[in-house]
Structure formats: structure tokens, C-alpha cells
DNA sequence: AATCAAAAAGACCGACCGGTCGTATTTATT
DNA sequence: AATAAATACGACCGGTCGGTCTTTTTGATT
């Protein structure tokens, strides 16, 4: 906020350490997220990390919020910029998987990640994680809400059957690109969100693509 | 193999070990698993763990063989129950999301959760992960074929992207079901299936249910 | 140049980690 | 009853964990 010099220093070392954390956490896990090995690939002590939060619970919650700002930067962002309604559906779920299939992240996707190494975990990171994904959730229905509206998607569709079918094939293809072959997982992931759009389009020529 | 009671004694603790790490492991993700907390559980001495299996490694290795087996028996073979074709498909699917749904495992689904937790970690237990999801695609894929052949599915479906499909809608149920709404996500997974089946189905009768 | 708070550093703590080792107990065979 | 192997145990090792403490450095303000 202020543009005084100290807390401009401060708030720089924020960012880089959580931009370092989000790394770092979609490989080891954001419980198993080492304060040591943190503050060690940025090159600064481990007891400055408690001088900017209080405990090493505070900063996975500044993680999680950080790794929604790079989302909302690098996939929904880009999706942003094609024209509403099925359009922009297919763009927001083609820029997503994009970004497993070039592998930006060594370790996958930080959500996927995490959500599933919070499973077992109650508390207030996987609270957080949880808001997280539900206003994922919200911004994908309202997407194909807004198809529907436009009169892209036939009126009868199911708008949250859609939205949760659309993101499990998100969901899929971040862990298959890393566990098997990155390839198939985008080619399968990116096939089925088009056949399904597909089947509840009212203007076919808004999806023009070879195979189906 | 052999009845001799020296051999049987060590079996059966060997057995108990790795049903315990099963459940530990799903819960704090198969590389967090403690050897200490996990002879605790038993009520053995860690030290013990190390006469069976002679590393961290060997014993983590073990402990998915072990789940592949409950998986056959808890998943596979109920739904091997159902007639062949379009009904075992949806035999097994549900199986699956039924198991998630009574919440079995408290801490969710095994290989989807541990999946996950080793996409950046390559090794020897990753590789026996990708061996074991292998084994599970070809065989949803076999299911789906044989459908085909039996002329319940029309015979251009896209075999491989169909078991895609299935299994990536169990794998969004398996994560779901723990971070939000269980309900929710077992109704969408299983009409999601449902649908996409409907689609290729020849014959309806085959999937006689209320809701599309 | 002096000041003073923000920021960073480094030594240190108890707890827990995977793993080793020597020893005691069980069990089938002789 | 004696033996030998399989099994289980408790003490202990070096290393890493999250977290605390005190001290030093930095840099804008006066």
C-alpha cells in the first residue's frame, strides 16, 4: 500500500516467498512444505519467515491465496479475452489443461495437489482450500449459465451437471499428465469437454473442430 | 504358502502391517506415512517393521500391492457380479462411488489421494502407482469393449476415450466427496456416467432410471 | 550525522524422523 | 530336553522438523 521503502522491502519478500511456496508445495505438498528448504532456495534465514507470519499455518493460508492470484492470472485471465458464452467455456477449460500438457509447474497443479493431501486433513488450510474451489466452482457455472442465456447451450441443460463434468476432466488431467503420458491425458481431457458441449450446442458451427 | 507356523505367524503380522498402512497412509498420503506411528497403531515395535521389509521403500511398495488387492475385492469383484456389457460398466462405476459415499476410508480414496501425492516424485513407488492405474485403465477399457462387441454400445465409440471418461469422474468424485459435499458429488458423478453412456447406448432399456 | 523501527540473521530448543544394533522371546524340529 | 531359526523388542544414532530467542543490518526520517 504505502510506498514507504521499509514496508516496500518487506512486502517483496512476501511475494517472493510465496511465489517460492507455491513451488515448492506443489511438489512436496503444502503440509509437507519444509520452512528450511523455503527459506534456503531464496537464500534467507528461516527465522525471518516467522517475522512475516506468525506460524507456519498462517503462511500455507497466504500460499493458497497466492495460488489463486497466479490461477486468476494464468488460466482464467487468458480465458477472459475470447468472447462470451460456449466460446469462452472451451477457452477457460483448453487454457487449463494447456497449462498441465506444457508442464509450468514440475509438480502438477497446485490445487490438485492439495486438495487431495488435505482430504484427511480438517482444519482451517483445508477451509480455505475448500472456499477456494468453490468459487471455482461458481465461476464455471456461471460461464455456462451465461451460454445458456445467450442461447448457445440448449435451455434444458443441467448448468452444475455440466460445470462438475467439465472440471472433472480438468481434474483428471492433472494427475494423469503426471503420472502417465501427458499427451493422451490432454488429447482425452480436451475431447471430452468438446463432445460434451457438442451434444447441448445449438449452433454447431460455434465448436468447428476436426474430430468429435 | 507354507502352513508352517514359524512362516504363518510372521504372515499374519505382515498382513496386519500393511492393512494398517493402508488406512494411515490414505490418511497423512503414503511418502508422510510414519513407521513409528504405524507400529504404535499395532501395537509392535518399529524396530520389527525393518525384519519384514528392509527399507521405508519396501514396506511403501508392499502397501500398494495391498490396496490393489482390497481394491479387487471391494470394488472389482462385487461389480464382476453384474451381467456383462453396459450393466457391469455401471455396476463398477457405482461400486466405486458407493465406496467413497459411505466413506470406507476416512481418509478417502488410497490410489487417488496417493497418486497425487507422488506426481513429483518419481521413484520406484510411483512407477508401481502408474503400473497399478495401467492395469485399472485396461481393464475398464476390456469392460467397455466387450459391451461393444456384444452390440449394447454402438460400435464407433471411441473405447479408450469412453474408460477415460468413467474413470475420470470417479477420480472428481474421490476428491470431492472428502473437500465438500459427499451427496452432491456422488449424484453428479454417477449421472454424469450415466448420461455419457446413454449417448452410445443401444438399447435403453439397458439403463432403465429416472433422471437422464 | 543521528535516530529508530523494520527486517534479516544465526544459534539453539525439544520432538520426531528413518534406520541400526544387540538381545530376548517364541516356535518347530531334533 | 536341546537346538536353531524366525520373530519381536528397546535403546540409540544422525538428521530434520517447526519454532524461539537474541543480535545485527538496513534504510527512511529528522
Redesign the pocket.
Request: net charge positive; proline share 0%; no cysteine.
Given at each position: 500500500m504505502t510506498v514507504?521503502?521499509?514496508?516496500?522491502?518487506?512486502?517483496?519478500?512476501r511475494t517472493a516467498v510465496l511465489d517460492a511456496a507455491v513451488v515448492l508445495a506443489t511438489e512436496a505438498g503444502l503440509h509437507g512444505?519444509?520452512?528450511?528448504?523455503l527459506?534456503d532456495t531464496l537464500?534467507?534465514?528461516?527465522?525471518?519467515l516467522?517475522?512475516?507470519w506468525?506460524?507456519?499455518?498462517a503462511l500455507q493460508l497466504a500460499t493458497v491465496d497466492r495460488a489463486v492470484e497466479q490461477w486468476q492470472e494464468r488460466i482464467v485471465g487468458p480465458a477472459l479475452r475470447a468472447p462470451r458464452g460456449v466460446r469462452r467455456i472451451r477457452a477457460l477449460h483448453e487454457a487449463r489443461i494447456d497449462f498441465y500438457a506444457a508442464r509450468v509447474l514440475p509438480g502438477g497443479c497446485f490445487f490438485a495437489n492439495t486438495e487431495f493431501e488435505y482430504n484427511a486433513r480438517p482444519g482451517p488450510v483445508r477451509d480455505r482450500l475448500a472456499e477456494a474451489f468453490d468459487r471455482w466452482t461458481a465461476f464455471l457455472e456461471r460461464l455456462v449459465g451465461e451460454a445458456v442465456a445467450a442461447g448457445e447451450l440448449r435451455d434444458d441443460v443441467d448448468v452444475r451437471q455440466l460445470a462438475y463434468e467439465i472440471d472433472a476432466l480438468g481434474i483428471a488431467a492433472a494427475m494423469r499428465s503426471r503420472l502417465l503420458d501427458p499427451d493422451t491425458a490432454y488429447r482425452h481431457a480436451r475431447r471430452g469437454v468438446l463432445h460434451r458441449l457438442r451434444a447441448s450446442c445449438t449452433d454447431p458451427t460455434l465448436l468447428p473442430e476436426g474430430q468429435p
Open positions: 514507504d521503502g521499509r514496508v516496500a522491502r518487506g512486502e517483496r519478500t512444505l519444509s520452512l528450511a528448504q527459506a537464500g534467507v534465514s528461516k527465522s525471518g516467522f517475522a512475516h506468525r506460524s507456519k499455518e
